[in-house]
Structures are given as structure tokens and as C-alpha cells.
């Protein structure tokens, strides 16, 4: 299910795009203000020491040990939002002004004026504070909101053939935590506090935990499993997952209070009644194996009753119209961040057919989190992150 021309494709565009605006931002920021010899040299020593930090985050802190890496991967993160954001204000404004331009060429043709060097460099300098100010102001926002605690999104959904015992069942769903060198023990401290407020009778995580190995990340991961239930808490795979060595953490959830659903199935008790079924796959670009692991509908279906209630937990949103064609009720994904950050937000829509919110076919619902956390730059404009809460209403 993974194509490996896209995943290259993916990161040749990003790493083409990432050193653009470094030529882009040297030339607009250290040339054309007409700075000192020193001043540039220094300036472009820095801009090519920061253009692999950026395009290599996750790399660095993968590759050097303790501290050093975890430093250098926030830094390179850190500023590959940055450098984003100042180099859309730049180039908004040096729109702006070329349009400007033509607008006084064609209102002065018959008597033009020519402009100085002089004024020329006092324009590139105040274009370059005010890119400074515009984007760094976006990026601090986008930042902050990261980190923000999440909203809580509340949404009620029919569940076909849900018996009336179970009529306002809550499942409160977290995605796409990336729990990571970035999150630290008080982000975690205030999400577990989010979801105990909230008192659901199931937690369900749909994928993308971690972003590192259990020996680095499990006293902190353990936390979701002190998030009281009444019907347990509940994890599936998602991509970034298996980077981390899914195996590892599959074996290791189960200690930590979550009960890993990789093709398989649970039924959740209705009390006197038949209760519903609650399956979970795995990410949906792994191909299934003989051992049980990658991508299996058909296994985490085999023996379901047909009549019953059903809801599934796949971290990607990529296979709900056959999902719904087999009688699932809903399922609940993540995987989009619904595009994480402005200007990749409008993207997202393009790119993935469903992107975020609520979505039916036929009798079947789904709900896309835009997730809890964040991946590359710590980045939320445009997407706010969200812990979603599902009230079950008998069909």
C-alpha cells in the first residue's frame, strides 16, 4: 500500500522547497539591504547552518545522542516553521509592491521618476522588518496554539442497531498525539486532566502515538491508562507508529492500561442487552502479513454478527466507502491534523478526500480528528488541535 515514488516525490518537492526560501530569505533579508561584507557572510553561514536542521529535524534527534540531539531536532522544527511563515510575509509583501509597481509605471509612463539606491535599500529593509514582524507574529500564534491545551470537539452520532441500554455511550477519542522529544510531562499532565473531566466510558486512541522508542517515551505514554473508563481504553496503529517501532509499544501498551487492537475485535458489554463491537485496525499503509499485523478489514470482521452495532478504529481515513459497504456503523480516524498549519490547511482539503469533521455514506458515519498533537514544525494555525468526544445515539 505504500508507494515509494510518492514518498520520494514528497520529500524532493519539500527538501527543493526548504532550500528555496533559504536563497530566497538570504537574498531578500542580507543582499538587497545592502548590509556589510561581515554582516553578510555571517548572515549566510547561518541561513545554511539552519537549512539542514530544518529539512532534518527528526534526524538529528534520532542520530545524536542525549541532549545534543534533542536540542538540534527542536531547533531545526522550530525554525522550519519560522522560516515558513517569514518567507510567506516576504513574499506577500514583494507581491504586493510589484503590483504596486506596475499599477505607478503605468500612471507615470509619460513622466517617470527615478528611484535612488538609496531608497531602494531603506525599501528592502522595512520590507524585511515588516516580514519579520508579520511572520514571526503568525508563527508565535501557530506555536502557541500547539502547545495550548486542546479543545474538546462534542458531536453526537446515530449508531444503526445500537441497543437503547447503551443510548448516550461516550467515546472520547484522542489521535495523533506524537508524543515526542517536544511533548513534555506537563502538556501530558493537562490532556490526561482534559480527558478525567470528561468521564468517558471508553478512551480510544486511532494511531500516531509516538514518535520514539518505549524506553525513551513509556513513563509518559503511561499516563493515558490512568484516564478512568468504564469500558477500557483502546489503541490502534498509525504510521508514525511503526516508526517507532509498533511491535515494541503494541507489547507494551497492554501493561500500561490499553488494549491494542490490531485486526481484532471487543465486544463492549450493554449491560442486560448485546452490547456493540468495537474493532481496530492497523495503519492502512501496511500490507497484511501472515502473523495478523498490517492492514487486515476482513480479519478484524471475521466472526462479527452482522446485526450487531459496530464501530472501528482506523487511524487513516482512506477506506471508509468499503468500510461502510460492510455494514460498520462508524469509524473513527485521524492521520490529516486537517492540514495542521495555514498554508498546508488549504492543501489538505486538496489532497485528502476526506479531511477533517464528520462524514456519511448511507447509514454509516465518520469522523476525521484534526488530532491532538503535531508533527514537524510545533506549528497549529488554521487547525486547532481537538480531543473529540463521541455521544453514541441508538439508530
Known sequence: MHNPFRWLLFWGVSFTLVLASHVYLYRRFLKDTALGARARVTGKALLWA???????????????????????????????????????????????????????RRVRARDPVPVSPERRVFLARAVGVSAVALGGGAAGFGVFRAYHPPEVTRVAIRLPRLPKELDGFTLVQLSDLHVGQSVRERWMGELVERCRTLKPDALVVTGDLVDDSVARLGPLVARLGSIPTRAGAYFVTGNHDYFADADAWCEALPKMGLTVLRNRRVEIAGGSGPGFDLLGVDDFAQPARPDGTGYDLELALRGRAPDRAAVLLAHRPSDFDRVASLGVGLQLSGHTHGGQTFPVTALAQVVFERCAGLYTVGESSMYVSRGVGFVGPPLRAGSPPEIVQVTLLAG
Open 50 to 104: 539552519l537549512a539542514p536542521l530544518a529539512m532534518f529535524g527528526r534526524l538529528w534527534t534520532k542520530a545524536l545522542p542525549g541532549e545534543m540531539g534533542d536540542v538540534l531536532g527542536q531547533v531545526g522544527r522550530l525554525w522550519l516553521g519560522v522560516s515558513l511563515y517569514v518567507t510567506l510575509a516576504l513574499a506577500a509583501i514583494d507581491l504586493a509592491l510589484l503590483a504596486w509597481g506596475r499599477v505607478r
